[in-house]
Every structure is written in structure tokens, then in C-alpha cells.
């Protein structure tokens, strides 16, 4: 099992080469794989002057910008996909819409995966598509490349942030490709719940076969996870950790960063967007702060 066709979203050749330095740990599996790079222009917002009158020259100057834009990273692509034992195309696409999210989740639904990165600071292209949406609204895994990446040899530990949630659960199977060729895999539960009675576990969730490995207190649902990865000759193993008076995202980002861990697996908006946008929460924690590669599914 691996990812067979990878959509990368490509804004600028700056943000090229962090795509580059992730296909190349994708590929490492010797599988084959098909690339298709992707540039969106999007159909710019404009506005009125006083006199009622729309600025032509602002459209043309958008539509020039991106085009110039487009064909600088396209040949970039070109020159340098042979090195990755890839079939590819690149691709150069008029967006009807003021955000590229939409058309890239439109390629996205026929692909395995979803390859962008997130927004540089320093690189204004890459401000252009906030990735919250992006990633909110795919139903194909997003694998964020962070704009300040430092690649490991080979991705080597793997985290999966499991809380019990169906977008978790459906991030931790996206995840299996990765996971096949990890020397660790890590099934992480912060502040695990504990069943409100024996009873309740048994009858709702039947208790599984328990790894005399695992911990005491790990809840049945995760034991059932291990358990589906070990069908798949993956050996995970669970870690439950104590949130130590820190939001999860902290107490996350926190662990991450102390086991140099290579890659992150999450379930994205497990709560409402809006919700995470007033209160913040986990999803845009991460998108915002990644400390990682990391795989955000729905």
C-alpha cells in the first residue's frame, strides 16, 4: 500500500523546493508514484473605484503576475521531478473562485493525497490560500509541509493523535502508507477518559484482547486501533499522556518536539470551524505552528 497519485500545490519555486524535499521521503518506498503539480490562479476580488468604475488593468496585472508565476515554477518542476523515480504532469489552472482551495480539493477527490505547504512569511505567494480551508474542506488527506522544514533522512517515527473522534480514526487509516515503513509508530491519547463503569465498556465497546504491553488505562477504542495495525504487520504502540495543566495542542506540540518525531498524524476540525476560530483549538493550533510534517484528514 503507498500513495499512488499526489496532488502537490505549488505557489512559488521557494515553496517548490519544500515539495520536493517531501515527495523525495514519499518515495523513498520504491513504490511507484504518479506527481501531478498544481498551480492555481485564482480569480481575483475586485473592487469599484468612487466613480463606479472597475480598474481593468488591475485583472490584467493579476492574470500577468500569476502567469509569469506559473511558468517559472513549471519549469522548475520539470527540470527537477525526474530525480524522484516519478511519472508526473504539471498542471496550470484558471480558478473560478477568489480561493485556489476549492479547485485544489476538486483535483484533490481523484488523488490518494494532497501535498501543500504551509504559509511562509517570507514568502508572499504562499499567503494567497489559507490552508484552513483547504484542509477543512478536502475529504482526501492533506500532508502539510512546514515553510521552515528540516527533512530527516527517512521518515522513522510516526505519531498518531487519537482521541477517539471519527475524523482521528479516519486520519489514522489515511496514515497507513507512511505507517508501513516507520520503525515506530506511536498511538498518543492526552488525558485518556477512563470508562464511566466496567459495564458500560463491555456493552458498548466489547474489550478487545489486550496487549499486556499496553497501558493499564488505555481506552478500549485505542487498544482496537493497535489492533487494526497490527493486521497490517504495523507495530504501534500507545502512549497516554498527562496534559499537565496545557491546552492538547501544547501538551502535543510539546511531545512531538521532545521524541523528534518525523511525521504527525491528526483528525482535522473534530469541533465546529467556527467553534476553533473563536476558541482556538487543535487543527488550527497546528496549522499555524507545525512543528512537523503533518497529516491533517477529515
Known amino acids: ?3 499512488r497519485t499526489v496532488i502537490a500545490y505549488i505557489r512559488s519555486t521557494q515553496e517548490l523546493q519544500r515539495m520536493f524535499k517531501a515527495l523525495a521521503l514519499l518515495a523513498k518506498d520504491g513504490e511507484p508514484m504518479h506527481v501531478t503539480g498544481l498551480y492555481v490562479i485564482p480569480t481575483p476580488v475586485i473592487y469599484s473605484d468612487a466613480s463606479g468604475f472597475i480598474d481593468a488593468s488591475f485583472y490584467e496585472g493579476h492574470l500577468k503576475h500569476h502567469q509569469k508565476n506559473a511558468e517559472d515554477v513549471a519549469l ?3 527540470q527537477q521531478i525526474s530525480n524522484y523515480s516519478t511519472t508526473s504532469e504539471f498542471l496550470i489552472v484558471r480558478s473560478e473562485y477568489d480561493n485556489a482551495s476549492q479547485t485544489v480539493n476538486e483535483f484533490g477527490m481523484a488523488a490518494d493525497l ?3 505547504g504551509q504559509a511562509d512569511p ?3 505567494e504562499t499567503q494567497i490560500t489559507p490552508l484552513d480551508q483547504l484542509v477543512y474542506n478536502t ?3 492533506a500532508l502539510i509541509v512546514p515553510y521552515n522544514f528540516h527533512p530527516p533522512r527517512s521518515i522513522r517515527q510516526l505519531v498518531i493523535a487519537f482521541n477517539g473522534k471519527y475524523e482521528a480514526s479516519s486520519a489514522a487509516f489515511d496514515a497507513l502508507p507512511l505507517a508501513r515503513n516507520c520503525a515506530t509508530v506511536r498511538i498518543v491519547w492526552i488525558n485518556a477518559p477512563k ?4 459495564e458500560a465498556a463491555t456493552t458498548v465497546i466489547p474489550a478487545p484482547t489486550r496487549d499486556p504491553n499496553a497501558p493499564r488505562e488505555a481506552p478500549e477504542i485505542a487498544l482496537r486501533l493497535q489492533q487494526a495495525y497490527q493486521r497490517h504487520d504495523i507495530a504501534a504502540s500507545i502512549d497516554l499522556i498527562p496534559s499537565e495543566g496545557l491546552t492538547v495542542q501544547d501538551r502535543l506540540r510539546q511531545y512531538v518536539e521532545a521524541n523528534n518525531i518525523d511525521v504527525l498524524i491528526m483528525g482535522a476540525y473534530s469541533q465546529s470551524r467556527l467553534k476553533e476560530l473563536i476558541f482556538g483549538g487543535v487543527t488550527r493550533s497546528f496549522l499555524a505552528n507545525m512543528p512537523c510534517l503533518t497529516l ?3
Open 139 to 141: 475529504k482526501t488527506p
Open 195 to 198: 470508562p464511566e463503569s466496567e
Open 1 to 3: 500500500m503507498s500513495y
Open 296 to 298: 491533517f484528514s477529515r
Open 76 to 78: 522548475l518542476f520539470q
Open 122 to 124: 517570507d514568502d508572499p
Open 114 to 116: 494532497i501535498l501543500a
